[in-house]
C-alpha cells in the first residue's frame, strides 16, 4: 500500500515539473521518448484551484466529492467530475479521453498513472455524459 502511495507521489511530482516549466517544452521529455503532454484547455473559466494546485490534488478532490455522492447523495458542485470534463474535453474528439490531445489522457499517459475514472463514467461532456440512462449531475 505505501509503494502504491509512492508511486503516486512521484506521478504527480513529476506532471508537476512538466507542466511548470522545469522540464523542456519540446515534443518529448530530454533524453525520453516519452512524448510531453498535449493538449487545450478551455481558458475562457475558471478553475476551481490555481493549476499547481490541481496538478497536486485534484485526485483528492474527486475522492471528495465521490465520497459526498455516494454517502450524502449531495451531485454537482465545483469538484465534479462533469464540471472538469465539460472545460478538459479535447476540442477535436470532445472526450477527456482516448485522443492524443485529450487533456486526462494526456497527463495520465505522461505521468504514467493509470487512468480509470472512465471505466464507470463517460468521457464527455453534457448530454453524451450519460450513465445508464439518467442524466449527469
Same mark, same amino acid.
Given at each position: 500500500?505505501?509503494?502504491?502511495?509512492?508511486?503516486?507521489?512521484?506521478?504527480?511530482?513529476?506532471?508537476?515539473?512538466?507542466?511548470? +516549466?522545469v522540464?523542456? *517544452?519540446a515534443?518529448?521529455? =530530454? +533524453?525520453?521518448?516519452?512524448?510531453?503532454?498535449?493538449?487545450s484547455?478551455?481558458r475562457?473559466?475558471?478553475?476551481?484551484?490555481?493549476?499547481?494546485?490541481?496538478?497536486?490534488?485534484?485526485?483528492e478532490?474527486?475522492?471528495?466529492?465521490?465520497?459526498?455522492?455516494?454517502? /450524502?447523495?449531495?451531485? *454537482?458542485?465545483? =469538484?465534479? %467530475?462533469?464540471?472538469?470534463?465539460?472545460?478538459?474535453?479535447?476540442k477535436?474528439?470532445?472526450?477527456?479521453? *482516448?485522443?492524443?490531445?485529450?487533456?486526462c /489522457?494526456?497527463?495520465?499517459?505522461?505521468?504514467?498513472?493509470? %487512468?480509470?475514472?472512465? =471505466?464507470?463514467h463517460? +468521457?464527455?461532456?453534457g448530454?453524451?455524459?450519460? %450513465?445508464?440512462?439518467e442524466?449527469?449531475?
Amino acid at each position: 500500500m505505501a509503494n502504491r502511495a509512492s508511486r503516486g507521489r512521484l506521478a504527480a511530482m513529476l506532471a508537476a515539473l512538466a507542466f511548470s +516549466g522545469v522540464l523542456p *517544452g519540446a515534443a518529448h521529455a =530530454e +533524453g525520453t521518448r516519452v512524448p510531453l503532454p498535449s493538449f487545450s484547455v478551455d481558458r475562457s473559466t475558471t478553475c476551481v484551484a490555481p493549476p499547481d494546485v490541481m496538478r497536486r490534488t485534484h485526485m483528492e478532490m474527486l475522492k471528495h466529492r465521490r465520497d459526498k455522492t455516494v454517502h /450524502q447523495g449531495i451531485r *454537482g458542485g465545483d =469538484e465534479s %467530475l462533469n464540471r472538469c470534463i465539460s472545460c478538459h474535453a479535447s476540442k477535436t474528439s470532445g472526450a477527456a479521453i *482516448g485522443a492524443p490531445d485529450a487533456f486526462c /489522457q494526456s497527463c495520465h499517459d505522461y505521468a504514467g498513472v493509470k %487512468l480509470d475514472c472512465f =471505466e464507470c463514467h463517460q +468521457g464527455r461532456p453534457g448530454a453524451q455524459a450519460r %450513465l445508464g440512462g439518467e442524466a449527469p449531475r
